[in-house]
C-alpha cells in the first residue's frame, strides 16, 4: 500500500478492482463505510458480484484477465475527457521526458513494443530509454594538491520537452497506446457493458480534480495472472494521471492476503530480493563494484552499498570487512529463476533433492498442484514445519496415492501459531506492530525462531572445524540471539532495527550514534561517515524498535507503541506502532502538495512547505529532503537526493518522476499491453499477439494427464477464477481444522450462475465435475445469480468461481482448486495465474 | 441504570461471521458439522449451539441481484414474549437490557420458543436427563456487560456494522444516518416500536420483510394473553360464585321430588336409605 | 380337568397383550429420549418446538377428558340424576386422561425432573403458568372423585363418608379449574399472533376452546360409553346419552356463531378461500361443527346409539383433534430453511403407549373396581364351587356326575348385600343365576319407560335366563332384596356346555322354560292384582 487501511476513509471514491475486501479484508470495509457515510462512493468491478460489489455504488463486471483493458480505456477515457491533473502530470511525472525516437510500440508493431526477440522470448529495451542531453555544471573537486577547486563537469541527463504533446514525450507516446482502449474495446473485450464502463470511469475520473482523491485497492484479482505486474503498473499509472498518489484517500493499496506477508516480503522472503528491498546479487554481479552498480546514484538508492554494508556487518559482524568486500562472495549468486513454477518444474526434473517448507502448503496453494504433489514425491527428503500435518507433509497420502510407492522422507516440525510467540506483525500500510504472546502453544511444539536457532547452531557444529572456503558463510555467521530455553526475540529486532558497532561519526567527526545504541532513522546511515560501523539487518525498518515517544511522552520500543493521538485526524496515528519507511504512513507525500509546496486542496492537506522554517511540515513524515525547497534546483552532477530538484516526489526513482512510461524494470513492455491469459475463450482483440510475449512457457509431460497442457474452448468453453473465503485461510491449514470455521464453509464448492445451471442441468447443491486440461475436481455446485455470463467479442462466455482453500486434511476438506490450475505465471515475477483459465463443469 | 441496545446497519454489514465466531468463543459454544447445500448460510439456522447467525440472502433488484447479510440473533426485546410465557419466570428482561435466562428454572416447556415472533430461543434437542436439555439464546454478553466490556459480536465487527450503546442515543445516531442518506436506508428503523421495541435495532436498505424480519406492530405479541391473565382471577371468584349459586338453586327445586326406584347405584350410600 | 378350565377363564386376552406390548415400546421409546435427548425420538425442531405431543396429547387430551367435568356438574351442580349412571366411567376418563397429559409431557418436557418448578417459581403473566397449576388442581380432584371406587372395593368407609361430604365441593371446583384451564390451553395461543394461522387466531381463541371442550365432553362419554358396551357386554345408555347429547349443538351452535362474527369483524374470510389451510378450516367447520349440530338436533340421531357415536366421532375428530392441530402445528408459518414437522414413528409410539396404557388402566378399573351401576359389588373371593353346593338347588341337580363336575368348572359364588343391583334390563345377559340364599327382585319398564316390580326370585330359583336364550338380552333388572348369595354361571360357557353336552342341554332348556312359565304366570297373577 502506498496509502494505509485507516486512510481510505479520506478517499472520495474508492475503486476495488481485483479485490473482494469484504470478504477477505473484512476490517477494510469500516474505513471504506466510514467513507462512503462521508459521502464517497464506491466501485467495484470483479466477474462476480462479490460481497464488496453488495456494497458498491457502482458495479460493473469484467472478464478474468482484463484489467488491462479496463484500466487502459478508464486512462484513456481520462486523457481524451481532459479529466486528469495537468500539473502533477507535468510536474510529478515522466510525462514530459522525450523517449528514444526509435521506440515503438503495440499500436505500431500489432502488440509487440521494439526490441522484441522471437527465439529467447525477451526484448533488448534500449529503444525504451529516455533521450538524454548533456549538461555542464560546476563541481568541486580536489586538485592533485588536495586544495579544493571548481571545475566544469559533463553530465548526462534526461531530456524533457515542454509541452506534453511534442513528438517523442512520453505523453505523445502513452496517448497514442492509450488511444485504443475506447469504451468499445473494453465492451468487447472486458464484456462490461459500455454504459457500465463510462459509468466507473466518469466516476473515477472525478478524482483527477485537485480537492478530490481516489483510492484503487487490489489483491490477487490484478496480480495472479500472466500480465499481472502490468496490471499493477496499470492502477499506478490510473493514479498518476488523476494525481491520486501521495494524497489522503488516494494511492494504490495492495490488500496483502496474510498478516504478516508484507513483513516477509520487507523481510527478502522473495528470490530476487535481500532484506529492506535490496536486489539480491545474480551471475551478472561477481563482485561488490559490479553489485554496487546496479543502484541508481540519482535517487536515494544512492544509500543502497551502505545499506547493503549495513546488512553484511548484521549477518558477519567483524568479519565482514572493506578487504573481503564485507564478505560479499558469502552471498550465493543466482543463476537463473527460482520462482515458485520454477522450483517445482526443477524439483519433478529430480534437480532438487530436498525442501523445507515453512508454514506453506504447495500441496493445496500451488499451480497445478497436483503436479506438484509429484514433485514432492520425487525429493530425497522434506521437512514440512506447520502447525498441523498440512496436506504438504502428508502428500504421500493424498487420495488416490500409494504412499508404498513414494521415497521421499518426510519430516514434520511441530510450530506455533503467531498468538503463541513475540515478534512483529507488519501490515499492508506497512505499520509493524510488536505483539506479545497470548498462548501457549502445545508441548512439543516451538516457535520459528526457537527451530531456525537450533538448525543454524547445528550447521555451524556440523561444520566446526572444517577450513574449506565454502563453509566460511556458516561458519562466520554471526549467530548471537541468546541461549535456550528461548532465542530472545528482542534481539532479533534489535538487530534487524540496527546499532552501532562503534560510534558512528558524520562527515564533520561528530558522534551521531553512541556504540550499542539504535539506530532511531536510517537516514543515519546516509549521514555516517563511518557507515560499516552499523548493523542493520533491514535498513527499511531503522527506528522500528528504537526508543520513540507514544505521544503522551511515554518512550519505548517503536513499534510496541500504542498511543492514539491523530494530527489532522487523517487517522495516520502516528504514535501507533510504527510504519516503515521513518514512520511514513503515505508514500511520495511531497506529491500531496502543489509543485509550489502548498496543498493541493485543504481538505486534502498532508505536508507543505512552511517557508518561514524553511522546512516540510504537517501531519505525516515528509517523503522528502525535509529542508528542500519547492523551487530547489536539482545538482546534475550530485549524489542520490542532490540529483533531483524540489518537485520531484518519488524520490526512489532515479529521475524523481513517477513513471507513465517505465524504461528500465519491466521485461514486457514499458506500457502495459493487454494480452490474453494463456487460457482464453477468444483470441485478442487488440493485437495478433495473443499471450505476453515474454511469458516463460514450460512443456512438462505435456500430454499426459498433469502436465503443463493448455485447454482450448472446445473441451473447456467456461472460464474459471479462484477465490479466497472469509472464512478461510489460505490453504486452509488453520481454518480447516478448526470447528468454528469448519462449520461456516464446511465443503469445497464451485459458484456457477442459475444460466450455467440450467444449462447443464445442475441444481443448486448437485455435486458436479470441474475439469481443466490438468484434471478434475468433484465439489459442491453453488448455483446463483450472482454469476451472470457475459458477451465476450460478441460471443456469451460463461465464468465459475471456486474457492481454493480445501484439502484433504482437516475437519473441512474437498478437492483442490489448484489441481487443475495451470503451471504458468507473471512475465516479471512468475505469480501464478490462478484468476483465468478454462474449464469444463457438469454434474457428477 | 442506562438500558443498552446494538444498532445493526445492515448496510455496513459485509457478512465476514466474525461476530458469528466470536459469539462462539465467548460463550464457549461447540462447532455443528455441517455441509454445504448451497448457500453461504452454516449453520444452516440457529440452534443450542449457534446463537448469532449470518443469513445470506440473494435479493432481485429490479434485475440486478443484491446479496445482503442478516444478523439473527435475540431481539432483547422491551416487553420479552418469552419472558412474558415463561411458566416458571426462568426468562427475564434485565434493566439493562439483555434478556436473560436462569437455568436452574427452567422446565423446558419450549413455550418461548413457540412464543418468541422472532424465532430465537433454542433448545437442547440432543441432550438427555443426565446433560440436562435446556433452552439456549443470544444473552447480549449480560457477563460481559457486568464486567464493562461490550458484546462480543459487537466488539469483533470489523466493519462496524454493529454500535453497541444506549438505546436512546442509538435510536437517535440510527434516524441521523438515515436523514443524512436518505438513498441508501429504507426510511424505518427496525425495532423501535416492533412488538412494543427491541433492543437490537437494524438499518437497511432494503425492506425489512425482504431481509427475512418479521413485520410486527408496535404492541408486544402477548398482549392478549396478557390481558387474559389479568381477568382470569376476577373471573374465577365470579364463576365459581356463579356455579355456587346453580348447585343451590338447583339442590332446592329438588327438594321433595321422587327417587326413581332403581336410580342411583351405591356410589352413593344414602341411597340405600332413599330406596328402602 | 377343573384347573385347566379355571385356568382358561384367566387367560389374558390378546387385546390387553397387545396393548400392553405397545405400553412396553413406548417405555422404551421413552427411555432412549431419557438418555439421548428428545432430539434423540423425536422430528421436533427449532422451527417446531411443539409437535404431536402437545397438540395431541395435550391439547385433545384435555379437551377429550372435558367429559368429567361436564358429567360431574350436571349430576351435582345441574342435578341431573338420571346422568348419574355415566358419572363414574365419564370420571374414570377423565382422570386416566389427565394422568396420560401428565405422563406425555414428562415425556415432552425438556426437564421433567423440574416439573414441580411451577409450583414454587411463579410467573402470573404466563398463561401456561396458570394451565398448570390447573391441571395439577384439576387432576387432584379427579383423584378425590374417582377414589370412591377404590374405597369401595377396599371397604373403607371412613375416606368415603368424608368424600361423599365434599363431593360437591369437589365439583365446583372441578368445574371452576376446568373452565379456566379449558379455556386457557385457547388462551396460550394468543401469544403467538404472528404464528397461529389467521382463519384460528382470535381473541376468543379461550372461549373457543371452552366451547369445543364443553361439546366434546359428552361426545367422548357418548364414544366411550358404546365402545365399552362392546368391550365389557354392558347395555348402553341410549336414552341418557341422547338427553345428553342435547347440549352439544346448542354449544356448537354459540361457537359456530361467534367464530362467523368474528372473521367477519376481523375481515379475515380472504383467508378462507386461499391455501391449503382453507381446506382444512372447513372440514373442520363443515364436519366438525356444523354436522354435529344437525345431526344431534335429529331425535333418530339422538335415540340410536351407532347414529350418535357417528355423530360424535365427527366432533372429536373434525370440531377437536383437527382443530387443535390446525391452531398448534398445522397452521404455523413453514420456516425457511428448516423442515417442516411431521411426527416420527417413535413420537407415534410414546403416544400410542400412553393411550394404550390408558385403556389398559380402564379396563383394570372396570374388572376390579365398581365402575358400572351394575357390578358395583363383585364377590370378594371367588369360592369354589362344588358339585354338593350345586345340589342345593333343585334347578342344578342331575344325576350324572359328570355333568355336575362341568357345571361346578364354570360356576362361581358370588354374594350380594341388601338393595344391590345385579343387572340391568336391556344389558347383554351374561350369566345364569341361580339364588342360593335371600330374595331377589325383578323389575321391568313399562310403557313410559318406568322400572316397575314385576317378580321376586326367591332361594333355589334362577334367574338371569336370558343368558340361555336369543339373543341374551336381559329382559329384566334384577335388585336384591336381602343380603343374598347366588351361583353364578358364565352363559358362554355354558352354552358351550350344552354344546358338547346335548343331553345337559336338553334338561337345562327344560328346567328354563319350566322357570319362565312359572314367572310369566306370577306376572299375569300381578297385573291383574294391580
Known amino acids: ?101 526509435d521506440f515503438k510500440g503495440p499500436a505500431d508493431l500489432d502488440g509487440y513494443f521494439s526490441g522484441y526477440n522471437k527465439e529467447k522470448r525477451a526484448y533488448d529495451n534500449s529503444t525504451w530509454k529516455y533521450q538524454t542531453e548533456k549538461v555542464t555544471v560546476k563541481v568541486k573537486e580536489k586538485d592533485a594538491s588536495g586544495k579544493e577547486v571548481e571545475v566544469d563537469k559533463e553530465v548526462s541527463v534526461p531530456k524533457r520537452a515542454v509541452n506534453l504533446d511534442d513528438p517523442h514525450t512520453v505523453w505523445s507516446h502513452f496517448k497514442k497506446h492509450y488511444a485504443r482502449y475506447t469504451p468499445e474495446m473494453v465492451e468487447r473485450v ?36 500472466t500480465v499481472g505486474s502490468q496490471n499493477v503498473r496499470s492502477m499506478a499509472i490510473l493514479q498518476l494521471v488523476l494525481g491520486n498518489i501521495g494524497i489522503p484517500g488516494g494511492g494504490v493499496n495492495a490488500l496483502r492476503g496474510e498478516s504478516n506477508v508484507q513483513g516477509s516480503t520487507d523481510q527478502g522472503v522473495l528470490f530476487h530480493l535481500l532484506p529492506g528491498y535490496l536486489g539480491a546479487p545474480t551471475d551478472a554481479n561477481p563482485d561488490l563494484k559490479s553489485y554496487y552498480a546496479r543502484f541508481d546514484t540519482t535517487s536515494y538508492w544512492a544509500n543502497g552499498p551502505r545499506f547493503f554494508v549495513n546488512l553484511m556487518k548484521a549477518w558477519y559482524g567483524d568479519v565482514a570487512k572493506p578487504e573481503n568486500d564485507y564478505c560479499y562472495n558469502y552471498i550465493p549468486k543466482s543463476s537463473g529463476n527460482y520462482s515458485w513454477i520454477s522450483l517445482f518444474q526443477a524439483m519433478y526434473a529430480g534437480k532438487i533433492k530436498g525442501l523445507f517448507c515453512m508454514g506453506q502448503n504447495p500441496a493445496v496453494s500451488g499451480p497445478n498442484a497436483r503436479m506438484e504433489r509429484q514433485s514432492l514425491a520425487k525429493l530425497e527428503w522434506m521437512v514440512a514445519m506447520d502447525l498441523f500435518e498440512t496436506e504438504t507433509a502428508g502428500f504421500w497420502k493424498a487420495p488416490g496415492v500409494d504412499p508404498k510407492t513414494i521415497n521421499t522422507e518426510v519430516f514434520l516440525l511441530p510450530a506455533l501459531d503467531a498468538m503463541e510467540k513475540e515478534g512483529s506483525i507488519v501490515t499492508s500500510g506497512r505499520r509493524i506492530q510488536w505483539r506479545p504472546r497470548v498462548a501457549a502453544g502445545p508441548s512439543g511444539a516451538h516457535t520459528d525462531i526457537w527451530i531456525l536457532d537450533r538448525l543454524a547452531k547445528a550447521l555451524k557444529a556440523a561444520y566446526a572445524g572444517s577450513t574449506d572456503a565454502k563453509d566460511r558463510p556458516i561458519l562466520d555467521l554471526a549467530w548471537n540471539y541468546g541461549e535456550d530455553p528461548e532465542p530472545d526475540v528482542w534481539l532479533v529486532a534489535r538487530e534487524m532495527n540496527g546499532y552501532a558497532l562503534e560510534d558512528v561519526k558524520d562527515a564533520a567527526g561528530k558522534t551521531i550514534l553512541a556504540k550499542g545504541a539504535l539506530l532511531s532513522s536510517f537516514g543515519t546511515i546516509a549521514l555516517a561517515a563511518n557507515y560499516d560501523a552499523i548493523a542493520c539487518g533491514s535498513w527499511i525498518y531503522a527506528g522500528y524498535f528504537a526508543p520513540a515517544d507514544d505521544g503522551r511522552g511515554v518512550w519505548r520500543p517503536a513499534a510496541r507503541r500504542r498511543g492514539q493521538k491523530d494530527p ?39 505536508i507543505w512547505w512552511d517557508a518561514a522554517k524553511k522546512v516540510w511540515t504537517g501531519y505525516d513524515v515528509p517523503d522528502f529532503v525535509p529542508t528542500k525547497a519547492p523551487d530547489a534546483k536539482a545538482n546534475p552532477a550530485g549524489l542520490g537526493l542532490a540529483a533531483q530538484s524540489g518537485t520531484d516526489p518519488f524520490i526512489m526513482k532515479a529521475d524523481g518522476k513517477g513513471w507513465l512510461f517505465a524504461p528500465t524494470g519491466l521485461t514486457d513492455g514499458p506500457m502495459p499491453e493487454h494480452y490474453e491469459p494463456l487460457e482464453s475463450p477468444i483470441k485478442n482483440a487488440l493485437s495478433g499477439c495473443q499471450i505476453d510475449p515474454v511469458v516463460k512457457l514450460w512443456d512438462t509431460e505435456r500430454g499426459k494427464s498433469i502436465g503443463d497442457n493448455v485447454g482450448t474452448t472446445d473441451k473447456y468453453p467456461i472460464i474459471c477464477t479462484t477465490f479466497r473465503l472469509v472464512e478461510h485461510w489460505q490453504s486452509g491449514t488453520m481454518s480447516r481444522t478448526l470447528p468454528w470455521l469448519a462449520e461456516l464453509q464446511p465443503d469445497m464448492f464451485v459458484m456457477i450462475g442459475k444460466e450455467l445451471a440450467e444449462e447443464r442441468g445442475i441444481k443448486n447443491g448437485d455435486m458436479v465435475q470441474v475439469s481443466s486440461a490438468r484434471g478434475e475436481i468433484k465439489v459442491v455446485a453453488l448455483v446463483t445469480s450472482r454469476m451472470r455470463p457475459m458477451k465476450v467479442d460478441g460471443k456469451p462466455v460463461h465464468i465459475v468461481r471456486m474457492p481454493w482453500h480445501y484439502g484433504w486434511q482437516g475437519l473441512a476438506t474437498g478437492d483442490v482448486a489448484n489441481d487443475i490450475t495451470p503451471h504458468v505465471g507473471d512475465a516479471n515475477t512468475m505469480i501464478p495465474e490462478y484468476k483465468a483459465f478454462l474449464v469444463d463443469v457438469k454434474k457428477a | ?56 440472502k440473494e435479493i432481485d433488484r429490479g434485475g440486478q441481484v443484491g446479496f445482503f447479510f442478516l444478523k439473527r440473533a435475540c431481539m432483547h426485546c422491551e416487553h420479552p414474549a418469552c419472558v412474558s410465557v415463561c411458566p416458571v419466570g426462568a426468562l427475564r428482561k434485565t434493566p439493562e437490557g439483555p434478556v436473560v435466562y436462569d437455568d436452574h428454572k427452567c422446565i423446558g416447556c419450549r413455550y418461548c420458543m413457540a412464543a418468541c415472533p422472532f424465532g430465537i430461543p433454542k433448545f437442547d434437542w440432543q441432550k438427555g436427563l443426565l446433560e440436562g436439555a435446556l433452552i439456549r439464546k443470544c444473552t447480549f454478553c449480560a457477563d460481559r456487560l457486568s464486567n464493562g466490556l461490550i458484546p462480543a459480536c459487537a466488539k469483533t465487527c470489523p466493519s462496524k456494522a454493529i454500535t453497541f450503546g444506549e438505546r436512546d442515543q442509538l435510536i437517535v445516531e ?22 412494543g421495541g427491541t433492543s437490537i435495532l437494524y438499518l437497511s436498505a432494503v425492506p425489512f420483510e425482504q431481509l427475512g424480519l418479521p413485520k410486527l406492530g408496535p404492541a408486544p405479541v402477548t398482549t392478549l394473553s396478557e390481558q387474559v391473565m389479568e381477568y382470569t382471577l376476577p373471573f374465577a371468584g365470579v364463576w365459581l360464585a356463579t356455579l355456587a349459586g346453580l348447585a343451590a338453586v338447583f339442590k332446592f327445586r329438588e327438594r321433595g321430588a321422587k327417587q326413581p326406584e332403581i336410580g342411583p347405584a351405591a356410589d352413593d350410600p344414602h341411597n340405600k336409605e332413599a330406596s328402602k | 380337568m377343573i384347573k385347566t378350565a379355571t385356568l382358561a377363564r384367566y387367560r389374558v386376552p390378546p387385546g390387553v397383550l397387545m396393548l400392553g ?43 377429550t377428558a372435558a367429559g368429567a367435568f361436564i358429567t360431574a356438574s350436571a349430576v351435582y351442580i345441574f342435578r341431573m340424576e338420571r346422568f348419574r349412571p355415566i358419572l363414574r366411567p365419564a370420571i374414570l376418563t377423565g382422570f386416566l386422561g389427565y394422568l396420560m397429559v401428565i405422563v406425555a409431557l414428562l415425556v415432552d418436557l425438556g426437564r421433567p425432573e423440574r416439573i414441580w418448578h411451577l409450583i414454587i417459581y411463579w410467573n402470573p403473566h404466563s398463561v401456561l403458568f396458570e394451565v398448570g397449576w390447573c391441571v395439577m388442581l384439576y387432576t387432584t380432584v379427579l383423584a378425590l372423585e374417582f377414589s370412591p371406587m377404590l374405597f369401595e372395593r377396599l371397604g373403607w368407609k371412613m375416606p368415603l363418608e368424608f368424600l361423599h361430604r365434599i363431593t360437591i365441593v369437589l365439583v365446583l371446583l372441578g368445574t371452576l379449574l376446568s373452565t379456566l384451564h379449558q379455556s386457557s390451553l385457547g388462551s396460550m395461543f394468543m401469544a403467538m399472533p404472528t404464528k397461529v394461522n389467521p382463519l384460528w387466531f382470535s381473541q376468543f381463541l379461550p372461549l373457543y376452546f371452552f366451547l369445543t371442550a364443553a361439546a366434546v365432553g359428552p361426545a367422548m362419554v357418548i364414544v366411550e360409553s358404546y365402545i365399552s358396551s362392546r368391550v365389557f357386554w354392558r347395555g348402553l345408555e341410549v336414552d341418557l346419552l341422547g338427553e345428553l347429547s342435547k347440549a352439544i349443538p346448542i354449544l356448537l351452535g354459540i361457537y359456530l356463531l361467534l367464530k362467523v362474527f368474528d372473521i367477519t369483524l376481523a375481515g379475515e374470510w380472504g383467508f378462507a378461500f386461499q391455501g391449503g389451510m382453507s381446506i382444512l378450516f372447513w372440514v373442520e367447520i363443515l364436519l366438525g361443527v356444523v354436522a354435529p349440530i344437525v345431526l344431534f338436533s335429529m331425535p333418530s340421531v339422538r335415540s340410536d346409539g351407532k347414529r350418535m ?47 394404550s396404557a390408558g385403556i389398559v388402566a380402564y379396563g383394570l378399573v372396570a374388572k376390579f373396581l365398581p365402575l358400572f351401576a351394575a357390578d358395583h359389588v363383585v364377590t370378594p373371593a371367588k369360592a369354589v364351587v362344588t358339585p354338593e353346593i350345586l345340589q342345593r338347588s333343585r334347578f342344578l341337580v342331575f344325576p350324572e356326575a359328570a355333568w355336575l363336575q362341568g357345571l361346578a368348572a364354570i360356576a362361581e359364588q358370588v354374594n350380594f348385600d341388601d338393595n344391590q343391583l345385579i343387572f340391568r334390563q336391556g344389558e347383554p345377559a351374561r350369566s345364569l343365576y341361580v339364588l342360593l340364599e335371600g330374595s331377589v327382585k325383578l323389575y321391568s319398564k313399562d310403557k313410559e319407560g318406568k322400572e316397575v316390580h314385576t317378580g321376586t326370585i326367591n332361594a333355589g330359583e334362577p334367574f338371569g335366563i336370558s343368558a340361555l336364550i336369543e339373543p341374551y338380552i336381559l329382559t329384566a333388572s334384577a335388585r336384591t332384596a336381602a343380603p343374598c348369595r347366588a351361583l353364578k354361571i358364565d352363559g358362554k360357557a355354558l352354552r358351550d356346555l350344552t354344546k358338547e353336552n346335548p343331553a345337559l342341554g336338553q334338561a337345562l332348556a327344560q328346567r328354563t322354560a319350566q322357570a319362565a312359565l312359572t314367572r310369566m304366570h306370577w306376572a299375569r297373577a300381578w297385573r291383574e292384582s294391580m
Open chain 1, 1 to 101: 500500500m502506498t496509502n494505509d487501511w485507516i486512510d481510505i476513509k479520506n478517499a472520495d471514491v474508492v475503486f476495488i478492482i481485483g479485490a473482494n475486501p469484504a470478504n477477505n479484508h473484512p476490517a477494510s470495509f469500516a474505513w471504506i463505510n466510514d467513507a462512503r457515510n462521508r459521502g464517497a462512493k464506491l466501485i467495484v468491478v470483479d466477474p462476480a458480484f462479490t460481497r464488496s460489489a453488495s456494497a458498491a455504488d457502482v458495479y460493473a463486471p469484467l472478464r478474468p484477465g482484463t484489467d488491462i483493458v479496463f484500466l487502459g480505456g478508464i486512462i484513456n477515457y481520462a486523457i481524451q475527457n481532459k479529466l486528469y491533473n495537468e500539473e502533477y502530470v507535468k510536474a510529478y511525472t515522466n510525462a514530459l521526458t522525450l523517449i528514444n525516437p
Open chain 1, 190 to 225: 472486458c464484456g462490461t457493458p459500455k454504459d457500465k464502463f463510462i459509468q466507473v470511469a466518469q466516476l473515477f475520473c472525478s478524482t483527477g480534480a485537485p480537492d478530490k482523491s481516489g483510492a484503487i485497492l487490489y489483491a490477487m484479482g490484478q496480480t495472479q495472472h
Open chain 1, 568 to 606: 489532522g485526524n487523517l487517522g495516520l496515528y502516528p504514535y501507533w506502532g510504527y510504519t516503515w519507511p521513518l514512520n511514513r504512513h503515505i508514500l511520495y507525500n511531497r506529491a500531496s502538495a502543489r509543485p509550489d509546496g502548498t496543498p493541493w486542496a485543504e481538505n486534502k492537506k498532508l
Open chain 2, 1 to 56: 441504570m442506562a438500558k443498552y441496545g446494538m444498532l445493526i446497519d445492515e448496510t455496513r454489514c459485509t457478512g465476514c461471521r466474525g461476530c458469528q465466531v466470536a459469539c462462539k468463543q465467548w460463550n464457549d459454544l461447540p462447532g455443528e458439522e455441517t455441509h454445504n447445500t448451497g448457500s453461504y448460510t452454516n449453520p444452516p439456522h440457529l440452534s443450542a449451539q449457534t446463537w448469532n447467525l449470518i443469513e445470506y
Open chain 2, 174 to 195: 440510527a434516524e441521523n444516518r438515515i436523514r443524512k442518506n436518505p438513498d441508501k436506508y429504507v426510511n424505518h428503523v427496525y425495532g423501535k416500536e416492533e412488538a
Open chain 3, 21 to 63: 406390548a405397545l405400553v412396553v415400546i413406548g417405555v422404551l421409546v421413552a427411555l432412549v429420549r431419557y438418555l439421548f435427548g428428545i432430539g434423540a425420538i423425536s422430528n421436533l425442531n427449532d422451527a417446531y418446538p411443539w409437535g404431536l405431543w402437545i397438540s395431541f396429547d395435550l391439547l385433545c387430551g384435555v379437551a
Open chain 3, 309 to 355: 357415536l357417528v355423530a360424535a366421532l365427527l366432533v372429536v375428530f373434525f370440531g377437536v383433534v383437527l382443530n387443535r392441530f390446525n391452531v398448534s402445528l398445522i397452521g404455523w408459518p413453514r420456516p425457511a430453511n428448516l423442515s417442516m414437522y411431521l411426527p416420527n414413528w417413535m413420537e407415534f409410539a410414546i403416544t400410542i403407549g400412553i393411550w
